[in-house]
């Protein structure tokens, strides 16, 4: 069984930044994507960043590309997403997800965290 804790979330300023983490534990399939996937208050949940785990290539959605970076320490299992100039309309809860197929396709996605708050107010 995979458990995804994600961590960071905050309230900040427009232009301010955070760092999300999100700790695994189990077996994380080598040939899949990891990711984080964002949902504001009555809005669907959509794909934010993610990483081919082997391949380490990596996807961004056209909302914060530019802003974010995504980033895996191996040895540890930990994904983090490092968010500058925060805006606004970045305010959603933020989830990790694991054993992914397609990497911002929230369906394909096995394995979700409980989320963390990000709040940006202006």
């Known amino acids: 069984q995979v458990q995804l804790v994600e961590s960071g979330g905050g309230s900040v300023k427009a232009g301010g930044s955070l760092r999300l983490s999100c700790a695994a534990s189990?077996?994380?399939?080598?040939?899949?994507?990891m990711g984080w996937f964002r949902q504001a208050p009555g809005k669907a949940r959509e794909g934010v960043a993610s990483i081919g785990l082997r391949s380490r290539t990596i996807y961004y959605s056209d909302s914060v590309r530019g802003r974010v970076t995504i980033s895996q320490a191996h040895a540890k299992k930990t994904l983090y997403l490092q968010m500058n100039s925060l805006k606004p309309a970045d305010t959603a809860i933020y989830y990790c997800a694991a054993d992914g197929q397609r990497p911002l396709e929230r369906t394909s996605y096995k394995y979700w965290g409980q989320g963390t708050q990000v709040t940006v107010s202006s």
């Open positions: 189990g077996d994380l399939k080598t040939y899949s994507y």
